[in-house]
């Protein structure tokens, strides 16, 4: 292993340990010693290494996780939010909340700004992980049982339950042997609620039969296709596409294909936490 990637893995176990510590002592000290560095030079190295200072990052990693629950989980208070991310009073945290997001957490909750979200984690090291992961692949068609989705993007869940009696009803495209797919045709960060588009599908083999739930017949071209994992709850896949467009494309030499992106879900909510998720993003290229 050469001197370089022992640095990456040293600073690797500093970022997972914050993740996995976020309610724990994450100071200099604390983490030069999970790195094995110099306390006296760590803050130097955290700052040129991931690209904000030690402080600033633990704050966004809490606040992150904080938004997560706040949009995930509906019992999650403003009061617990703010313990949980470090802070001695609602009033204090939702301060540093706005002023790193924009908006107040009940704001937030009722209508997030992703696109703003997405601004605020535009940080070196989570282009460099996101850029570091991508595949060119050569996707084969696939076809495919959709229901389409038109309306707000809160109200998906909705249509994934209704595609869901579908599929136990008819059998025709079982979860155990079948893929899943999603494919957005528009941008919820920047469309309207009433003309958000998105289709809940999933693999088939042979014709949709008629079906009261609206499920009919559609495909996913063959083609040349960028993929990037994304680990965690599809309500946050957002965090992982803006890098793709933002620093990945415009150095790849890529061009796009006129065609949404998709995505192929590997994992099957509740056996899989929705924290543990684990989906492919497809960008197709010519």
């Not at 959709?146 to 339950?161: F, I, M």
């Amino acid at each position: 292993m050469s001197v370089n990637e022992r640095y990456q893995q040293r600073f690797a176990a500093v970022l997972t340990y914050i993740e996995g510590n976020l309610e724990g002592d994450l100071s200099l000290e604390a983490l030069s010693a999970v790195a094995h560095f110099s306390a006296f030079h760590f803050h130097r190295q955290f700052s040129a290494y991931v690209g904000v200072p030690v402080a600033r990052y633990v704050q966004l990693m809490r606040l992150r996780r904080a938004a997560h629950r706040l949009i995930g989980e509906p019992a999650h208070s403003v009061l617990e939010a703010a313990l949980g991310a470090g802070f001695e009073s609602p009033e204090a945290f939702s301060r540093a909340f706005r002023r790193a997001f924009g908006q107040a957490p009940a704001a937030f909750r009722r209508q997030p700004d992703w696109q703003l979200w997405n601004t605020v984690f535009a940080i070196p090291h989570f282009s460099r992980s996101i850029t570091m992961q991508v595949r060119i692949v050569d996707f084969a068609a696939v076809r495919l049982a959709a229901l389409e989705h038109r309306g707000p993007p809160s109200q998906v869940s909705e249509t994934v339950r209704r595609f869901i009696d579908w599929r136990m009803s008819s059998g025709q495209s079982p979860v155990a042997s079948s893929r899943t797919f999603g494919i957005p045709f528009n941008n919820p960060d920047t469309t309207a609620p009433e003309d958000f588009r998105f289709a809940v599908c999933g693999e088939i083999e042979e014709a949709v039969v008629a079906n009261a739930q609206g499920v009919h017949e559609l495909s996913l071209p063959a083609g040349r296709c960028a993929v990037v994992r994304h680990v965690g709850s599809p309500d946050h896949i957002g965090e992982t596409i803006y890098p793709i467009y933002r620093d990945w494309l415009p150095d790849s030499g890529e061009e796009l294909r006129d065609h949404p992106l998709f995505f192929h879900y590997l994992s099957i909510h509740p056996q899989t936490p929705l924290e543990q998720w684990q989906t492919d993003i497809y960008v197709p290229l010519r």
